[in-house]
């Protein structure tokens, strides 16, 4: 069924989100050279448009397992619109503070790889045969104003090239509309393979040598596109972009991966696995999370600390989808949902979803995202239940893609989904105790509606016997692809 073209090419792969830029929002011009020789890019360039307060020069100082991210900067050069330099100092490794305005600038970035394997997927790096450019950490960080976007004549040294979605600029100056949202590749030897999916087109990328092949991988990312498509009743954008490389770090253990969706694009970072079918098993893993990211957040206009929402459901709906596709038994799903549960049970003292959401410590994401998992799984149940199954989750990611999706204002995610969660009455329960208030979640009474039981000592189980309504709620969940898969 694969309408997938493939191309093999040497390049790199600049992207730039699907919104055009317009010359007004750029608020930097210039020119980004990329040494893969000296695992470094010499930046430079000026500010796009006169604009106050250019004293100053920031940059992102860290990202997930790269702390100190400024140290990368060095040789830093000002000069003001007469070509005369201008005298400043180092606030600390990540600003700078001028004299007097400036208005042009150069420096250099650093891009060897970080000691932490986590940093491949968020910061970034210029590796052996590959490099993956975050431009929101090799550019000045966006000023005030509400100028995102970039206008750069990119350059690669050697024989590392320029190709992709954007191979058609002969003169190699690319537009990205937002900094912030904007990922490339650029390498020796990648692989690039086309696919158009109804309307929207979907470009895999892919680095090194896996167990897998590119063929199945492909296939793979269309498949699980397809099926989110399906769910949420639309593409995400107009081009989206799959990019899977090794870690770049030497000698990485193998199941160590790391992923990132920003913008259309889903980084996945990674060395393999011992085996063939474990390979294949994890890449589909890796994609069914991350491909969900590219409509929520990334493909809605909703704002603030809602990870809870779209990382637990993220986690739930790809589960589901994982049953759904065959990919994972639906024991293993219910045993999934039994940890998150046993998680969420142990918080104590008991807080809200909002307010663990708020303010959280170090490290309570897993727990955080286990309980948003929770409440996505609870909140399918008693949408089955109530429906006879006419409604379920995917009615909820439907419609808040299509009530958010640009050219939606920005609006807070907590209160978009508060609001929807209030035109389901059968959810006032799950919203009023669990999301927004703290009382321990009715898990037996629910699950118990789904035919599903769990006793301590013995995992989530569906019961012995059930009635045709559970029956039909079970198969709903999945139930049935795993007994056909036994088969
Ligand atoms: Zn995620």
């Known amino acids: 069924m694969s309408t997938m073209g493939k191309a093999i090419f040497i390049l790199l792969l600049a992207v730039s989100i699907h919104f055009e830029a317009r010359a007004q929002e750029v608020y930097f011009e210039g020119s980004i050279t990329f040494d893969p020789g000296r695992q470094a890019a010499a930046v430079s360039g000026k500010w796009a448009s006169p604009v106050d307060s250019r004293r100053g020069l920031s940059f992102l100082n860290s990202a997930v397992g790269a702390p100190n991210l400024g140290r990368r900067i ?24 001028a004299e007097r305005e400036f208005s042009a600038f150069s420096y250099l970035v650093d891009l ?15 590796g052996a045969e590959t490099g993956l450019i975050f431009l929101d950490d090799v550019l000045p960080l966006v000023p005030d104003g509400g100028k995102t976007g970039a206008r750069i004549l990119i350059t690669v040294s050697g024989d590392w090239k320029l190709a992709g979605a954007q191979t058609s600029r002969p003169d190699r100056v690319y537009e990205f509309a937002n900094v912030g949202r904007s990922v490339f590749v650029i390498g020796k030897e990648l692989r690039q393979i086309e696919g158009q999916r109804g309307n929207a087109a979907l470009t895999l990328i892919v680095g090194g040598q896996w167990l897998f092949t590119d063929t199945e991988a492909s296939g793979m990312t269309a498949e699980i596109y397809d099926e989110y498509k399906k769910i949420f009743g639309g593409a995400p954008t107009d081009h989206a972009y799959i990019v899977l490389l090794p870690m770049p770090q030497a000698g990485v253990s193998k199941g160590v991966w790391e992923a990132e969706t920003r913008g259309p694009t889903v980084v996945v970072s990674s060395s393999d696995m011992p085996f063939k079918t474990q390979s294949l098993q994890r890449l589909h893993e890796q994609l069914r999370h991350e491909i969900f990211h590219l409509w929520l957040p990334n493909g809605v206009n909703l704002t603030g600390p809602y990870d809870w929402f779209y990382e ?63 409440a996505a799984f609870l909140t399918d149940v008693v949408l089955l239940e109530r429906s006879k199954g006419k409604d379920s989750i995917e009615a909820i990611l439907s419609k808040l893609f299509a009530a958010h999706r640009p050219p939606a204002r920005p609006i807070e995610g907590n209160a978009a989904v508060l609001e ?68």
């Open 74 to 97: 060095s040789e830093v050069k000002m000069s003001d619109a007469a070509g005369e330099p201008v005298a400043f100092k180092a606030f600390n490794a990540a600003e700078y503070v």
């Open 112 to 126: 060897r790889t970080q000691a932490d394997n986590r940093s491949a997927a968020h910061a970034s790096w210029i």
């Open 312 to 374: 637990g459901f993220a986690l739930y709906e790809s589960l589901k989808t994982g049953v759904a596709l065959n990919r994972i038994r639906f024991d293993d799903m219910l045993d999934t949902l039994s940890r998150a549960h046993g998680l969420d049970a142990a918080i104590a003292p008991r807080r809200s979803l909002l307010e663990a959401s708020r303010d959280r410590w170090n490290g309570a994401d897993t727990q955080l995202y286990a309980r948003g998992m929770v």
């Open 420 to 487: 929807l969660f209030g035109t389901a009455p059968e959810l006032g329960e799950i919203a009023a105790n669990h999301i927004r208030g703290a009382k321990p979640i009715a898990w037996d009474g629910i699950i118990g509606l789904a035919g599903l039981e769990e006793a301590s000592g013995v995992p989530l189980r569906v019961k012995p016997k059930i009635s045709g309504r559970q029956k039909a709620i079970l198969n709903k969940l999945g139930y049935n692809n795993w007994r056909n898969l036994t088969r």
